[in-house]
């Protein structure tokens, strides 16, 4: 019988893109219900620029990381919670 070794890999990845996760859509609710930055359709919705400037407000990088993430995470999450559980399955093999 072979023993089988571990790879902490798929954990850590399971670990860190949940935490990502959680993080990522307590920020985009945040920015919408909170700071009105995103409208529920998740459009960036900023505040009027400052009188007397034509300075157009963009999107900045917590922002764009925080819907990234979004979109991302759950994804990388979902596939290392499978590849964890394949790869804890006992071989077939033997």
Known sequence: MRA???SPLWR?????????W???WSVVYREIFHWHHMT???RFNPPPPPPG???QPRAGLPLLSALAAAAIAPI???VSVIMDRVRRR???ID
């Open 4 to 6: 089988r070794t571990r």
């Open 76 to 78: 990388v999450f979902i």
């Open 90 to 92: 006992p071989s077939q």
């Open 53 to 55: 400037t034509n300075i």
């Open 40 to 42: 529920t359709s998740l």
């Open 22 to 24: 959680i993080w990522s």
């Open 12 to 20: 850590r990845m399971k670990w860190i893109s949940g935490v990502l």
